[in-house]
């Protein structure tokens, strides 16, 4: 069975600075995706960014960049020059070759003023 | 491009009560997905369809939720009888079925309350 795991529940950064979220899964699958989703109050899920597990490169969208690493089954997200509109919920979202997307339990991110 | 469609938005009903949830996928997605959210939970998966085949619905609780979706385009999922633990939001999502790399894309979900 795959599993998602986010450990911190809630996190609050001021805007403009620098905030990692962690991530870790299990998965018996070689292939498969990691994904990033935002989810803010109007409850909309929309991606931020996405990682093929092949991959060694580190994959960026502007201010978001991951730190993958599939030995240690890690996938934290890093958010640059945080914004006001960057509070939400995050997602980590695992999709094995079943093409099932399998989520974790979510961090709740406030950028303060 | 449209989005993924969902209706009502809103819904309070009474335990024991009926109620269905519709969703218009993005056209040409053949996979479609519903997904339950529980308040401060991640979304879990109820069922996912490719066209109009079930290829998942481990997680449904059969005994009170069905789900269809005729002509593989939208799709309709049911609670019959509701109970107070289906209180949460469901969320339809639909994506193409290029590779494992291709992002769902959600709906704006529909809040369901039970009393």
């Known amino acids: 069975a795959q599993t998602v795991t986010q450990s911190q529940p809630e996190m609050s950064v001021q805007e403009a600075e620098t905030v990692t979220l962690s991530c870790t899964y299990d998965t018996s699958e070689n292939n498969y995706y990691l994904f990033w989703y935002k989810q803010p109050p109007s409850r909309q899920m929309i991606l931020v960014i996405r990682q093929e597990a092949y991959k060694q490169q580190n994959a960026t969208e502007n201010r978001f960049s991951v730190n993958f690493q599939k030995a240690a089954k890690s996938f934290s997200l890093k958010i640059s020059d945080s914004q006001l509109g960057d509070t939400a919920m995050y997602f980590c979202a695992l999709r094995n070759y079943g093409q099932n997307f399998v989520f974790g339990p979510g961090t709740r991110l406030s950028v303060l003023p | 491009e449209a989005g993924v469609a969902q209706s009502p938005r809103y819904k309070i009903i009474e335990k024991r009560q009926s109620v269905a949830f519709w969703c218009n996928p993005i056209?040409?997605?053949?996979?479609l997905y519903w997904y339950q959210q529980i308040l401060g939970q991640g979304p879990k998966l109820l069922i996912q369809?490719?066209?109009?085949?079930?290829?998942?619905d481990s997680q449904l609780p059969k005994d009170r939720f069905s789900a269809e979706r005729l002509k593989g385009v939208d799709s309709t999922l049911k609670i019959q009888p509701a109970k107070l633990e289906d209180s949460a939001v469901y969320l339809c999502a639909s994506s193409s079925i290029v590779g494992l790399n291709t992002e769902a894309f959600f709906g704006q979900g529909t809040r369901l309350t039970v009393v």
């Open positions: 369809f490719q066209n109009n085949g079930v290829v998942d």
């Open positions: 056209s040409g997605h053949a996979t």
